[in-house]
């Protein structure tokens, strides 16, 4: 036997030195779905031809082309790092499939490498890759970005490098990062995801200040003019490195992309009827049932179209900033929920389009929303399920339906006697506290219809005695004054995925209560919804995932840190009909950057 052992010692030995296998994807849970030899994404166009134009719109501001940084990434320019337009200039180190809750397929990084506990990750990087002015990216261009978001990013990059214990060059194109045992199982897709700069190109001095100085990137666009506040359009690099890559083919398909600032939203809709902007998605109920009547409809050049994502909703909310002493007690934050009559909002402002939000990850597996407390889910939860509600345990909870009248007595009645437990009362007609102050507080808006659901709410309240304002303010005020975190109450989008992880961090967790630029908007601090995000974070099975989310999903619930507002099912998208897009829509809905000129595919 111990002969037997010291033969395979040495084997054991260099199979141990080897390493891992190197990987075409990497998955948060279990495998990627799409094959090593994989030609595409299943929801683009592989044949399409590329060229033309597009012209996209968004209402507000832009004063830099940095997203990287605290100083101004709410007003940096659409397209330099950008979900929803995509990454035209700087780039990933992999790229994230849309038809997977979270996997990621070569990009900079040819192959990556990992161990099963997930205690390391090697990028390797593809040698054909190249910055935009021919050289090429290196190991050291790798290690300068992680560095340089270290000590210049804002905290959602500078972070990840805390939980790293050695990045090191490994052979001539690859970089392996050794983690601390804090970092949980998402982390390396984390970094995977993280940009990548010019070490020769990017000055680190000033990095953190807003810039409008085109930066060297590896992306597909370079960038051809910059009108700051107003317009800045794209060009193709004709030497884009990565356009035959399996994750990039039927991907960027414009020869020209221009981003048009508008002030607001009707002037955005007035340009798209007159054919100056291309796509206009549409967020507004009553204007796509009724202002759709203009002639490019009726002639058939502007096309109408609706798409079915596989997502949770979205939490839409008017959230309340809980460091404000008004808002510090759960009981008066229950009773404000309470109050807001969506019936009669749905119904007077929105032809009852709307359904409403009762769940972080409503329409998924992964909402608590009618769905019991599983027995993991309890022991997950540990002692704060004792100090949870009944009904938010039991999967029956729900927000009250009222009669649409805007004032209903009944519903009225339970929000005053929460008001009544936390020590307020009613003096003349007005809510006040037991030191005599009244009940007010201010509600920020920044466009007219969120201007107009703050009226509805004000109405509302006014029924119990408590005086609201309102202040509309323009974009560049209100992102300021969001990331400062100086507000009574805001009115947010907090979007919702398969694959809820550190993120979370950033909107609920402790950590982020006082960093401004942070999503922790309502002022979290709760040892138990940090407990939970470490719970999703370290889930190995799809199993333990589900259960942590639904128990972080009654955790966040019952702290009412906002007031739900509500969803659609559909996304609802008006279009020139010169522009096209795949038959195949993926897992997450509406992805632009897979859409094309149709006039290239006759020209050429």
């Known amino acids: 036997m111990l002969r037997l052992l010291c033969a395979l010692f040495p084997i054991l030995l260099a199979a141990s030195l080897a390493g891992a296998e190197p990987l075409h994807g990497i998955s948060m849970h279990g495998t990627p779905a799409l094959a090593p030899d994989f030609k595409h994404f299943p929801y683009v166009n592989p044949d399409v031809k590329k060229g033309g134009r597009i012209s996209y719109g968004v209402v507000g501001t832009f004063d830099s082309l940095n997203p990287f940084i605290i100083k101004g990434f709410r007003t940096t320019a659409r397209g330099m790092w950008d979900p929803e337009y995509g990454n035209f200039v700087i780039e990933p180190l992999m790229m994230r499939s849309k038809n997977e809750p979270f ?41 300068f970005s992680f560095e340089l978001m270290r000590d210049k990013g804002r905290p959602v990059f500078a972070n990840r490098m805390k939980l790293v214990d050695k990045m090191e060059k490994v052979g001539e194109r690859s970089i392996k990062f050794t983690f601390k045992k804090e970092a949980d199982r998402e982390f390396p897709l984390l970094l995977a995801l993280s940009p990548i700069f010019p070490k020769h190109a990017t000055k680190v001095e000033g990095f953190d200040q807003t810039s409008l100085t085109p930066p060297v990137g590896s992306g597909p666009y370079l960038v051809k003019q910059v009108k700051p506040g107003e317009k800045i359009v794209y060009k193709r690099d004709p030497n884009y490195w990565g356009k035959d890559l399996p994750s990039k083919i039927g991907l960027d398909n414009y020869d020209e992309v221009s981003v048009e600032y508008f002030f607001q939203e009707n002037s955005l809709f007035e340009a798209f009827k007159k054919g100056e902007i291309d796509i206009y998605p549409e967020g507004s109920p009553a204007r796509w049932k009724r202002s759709y009547d203009f002639p490019a409809v009726a002639s058939g050049d502007v096309i109408k179209d609706v798409f079915v994502p596989k997502l949770p909703a979205n939490m839409y909310g008017m959230v309340f900033n809980s460091r ?281």
């Open 103 to 143: 996997t990621m397929y070569g990009l900079i990084a040819e192959t990556a490498e990992w161990d099963d506990a997930r205690t390391y990750i090697q990028f390797n990087l593809n040698p054909k890759a190249h910055w935009s002015d021919g050289k090429p990216i290196t190991a050291e261009d790798v290690m």
């Open 324 to 604: 404000r002493q008004v808002f510090a007690d759960q009981k008066v934050r229950k009773a404000l929920v309470l109050a807001f009559d969506f019936e009669w909002l749905n119904k007077n402002l929105f032809e009852n389009s709307y359904a409403r939000t009762q769940s972080f990850w409503q329409n998924s597996t992964l909402s608590s929303f009618e769905v019991k407390a599983s027995p993991l889910e309890l022991e997950y939860l540990g002692d704060a399920a004792g100090k949870l509600p009944a009904e938010i345990l039991a999967g029956t909870y729900k927000l009250p339906i009222t009669d649409g009248s805007g004032r209903d007595r009944k519903v009225l009645k339970q929000a005053f006697d929460l008001f009544k437990q936390a020590g307020y009362r009613i003096d003349g007609n007005r809510m006040v506290g037991a030191d005599g102050a009244p009940l007010s507080f201010e509600i920020m808006t920044q466009n007219l219809e969120q201007e107009k659901i703050a009226l509805a709410y004000q109405r509302n309240l006014s029924a119990l005695g408590i005086a609201v304002r309102i202040r509309t303010v323009d974009d560049a005020q209100y992102q300021a004054r969001s990331s400062s975190f100086d507000f009574d109450m805001i009115m947010k989008t907090f979007a919702a995925s398969l694959s809820p992880g550190l993120e979370q961090k950033n909107r609920w967790g402790s950590q982020s209560r006082e960093v401004e630029g942070s999503e922790n908007f309502a002022g979290v601090a709760s040892p138990a919804i940090d407990g939970m995000i470490q719970r999703i974070l370290a889930a190995k099975t799809q199993d333990e995932f589900q259960a942590a989310v639904r128990a972080y999903d009654r955790l966040l619930i019952s702290g009412y840190y906002l007031v739900p507002l509500y969803h659609k099912r559909e996304q609802w998208v008006a279009r020139l009909k010169h522009v096209g897009h795949p038959e195949t829509l993926p897992l997450y809905g509406v992805y632009l950057p897979s859409w094309w000129d149709e006039r290239a595919q006759q020209d050429q």
